[in-house]
């Protein structure tokens, strides 16, 4: 072991963070998993020893922070929900039309799942036990805090469709069902791509507007 010359240990290539940097170490940890991930599009290659090396640290040094590797994988969880509800909220800020704000919130929510396919597999494919399952927004209030920040981003096109029926633009009487409707929808037309590739699908483009326009009971 040596020092550099702040006076931080160094182990290896890596320089040991100083006293109260662990949430420095926490993030590095995250983010060397994002990167796994990203790399291989298979959380299956996400294991301690991985992330250690990824990081250049020690695999103990992981235990400081993390239980195990499904802690790690709940942390990028978590990071992966926030960006995609900031992906769907950005697209429809500001949008004076309700309607043109639920396509661009939808075409977001794609857009996201094609352009980050390993974080969004994460999201949506990772085999988890005890998934909360809820029917109605009043049961989001009782899920664990956790799912309720994951939630979000479902809330984002919630939302956007109330604004369409408010503006008398929608015929739907429950946009909570309507839009769970409507996502279940959109993850398939983005899944059915990846994994039946050859199929003579129509345009994703095409797919997207008539998905929403047709499960949102939209009016001209």
Known sequence: MKADQSGAATTGGRTRNRRGEGALLRDEIVAAAERILEREGNEDALTLRSVAREAGISAPSIYTHFAD????????????????RRHALDAVTDRSDPVAAL??????????AVTEPARYTVLFDRRRANRPVVSSSAELADLPPEWRRRTESFMVLVNALES?????????TDPFADATKLWTSLHGAVVMRQFVPGFPWPP???????????LALISE
């Open 69 to 84: 590797r499904d802690a790690i994988l709940d942390a990028v969880l978590d990071i992966a929900f926030e960006r995609l």
């Open 103 to 112: 396509l661009d919130g939808c075409r977001a929510y794609v857009d996201f």
């Open 164 to 172: 369409c029926v408010k503006a008398g633009r929608s015929a739907s």
């Open 204 to 214: 994703l483009d095409e797919s997207i507007d008539s998905i929403v326009l047709r």
